[in-house]
DNA sequence: GCCCAGGAGCATA
DNA sequence: TATGCTCATGGG
């Protein structure tokens, strides 16, 4: 099988740039990751999203136990919703990872409730909490923990993925906009923006091959951390509003180079 | 009332 | 390995 398995000709690096180059010009920083917690203090906006710095977890551990509940709390789940129960978290103080670990799953399950599949993920939250415990960042702000220290980043994916309840889409999230490190999000805006883009309809879905899909980020982008996060928020946000699915092909960025829009006559 | 939303685990063929 | 089912609330 070819390196692109299933997928047929993947994008260049040159299209994978130039893409991000239109949706940035056009939507601008997104300054991902949101976080509640910090919403209207100085330097964040009414949502929370950080001004200029990004919440990363290695300066503040408030941010990092935001991003990662969020990322399980927003599992096949609107923002809103878990933002709703990360408000309902915070205001039930289950606000650090060992008080999810003492916590009773009911008690857990019930403040998460706003986020939908409030049992598994309350038990998710709990499974991860108590791996986290030697995997936190290091309050200096450099590396992580020292037991952290001596692994390389790809080995704590690893071992985020052997957590019940976390796929590669939640543990790359977490990766990426708490740890700081550099790996691209695939989730089901990626899939569909660039299977309408780079494959027309034919392959519109791409539902399989999430480390293809990965790889053809990590080897056209500079892999800087802060373009990884921006670049995911774009797709995001322009999925969001214009990708959807049912597209609003007309007037979108995106037209002349979307083998869809060529393809249709939306 | 229906569709959709920043998935993942599990059973079955 | 591929597909289908399950988990579930809330907004449009």
Redo the contacts with the bound molecule.
Sequence with gaps: MSESG?LGRLPTARQIRDLYEILFEHYGPQG???VVSRACEPGYDARGYHRGLYPRGREDMSAFFDVVC??VL????????AE?ALIEMRRRRFDTFEKIISARTEDL?EAV?????????AKKLKFLSEVLRNLLPSSSGRGISEELSIESSEILRERLLD?????????D?ILL?AYDLPFF?I???TRRLLGRVFYSTGISEL??GYDVLQKIFHRSLSGSTVIYGEYH?LL?RH??ESC???PHCIGCILNKQCLFYHGSDT
Aim: with cysteine; glycine share 8%; charged share 20%.
């Design positions: 299933q991902w990751w949101p969020g990322a927003t599992q096949n789940t609107a923002w809103k919703n709703a399950a409730r706003s986020s939908g599949y409030y049992n598994q993920k957590v019940w309840g976390l796929g590669p889409e939640t543990v999230s906009y999000v989730d089901a805006y539902r399989r928020a995001v999925c969001k959807t699915v049912r």
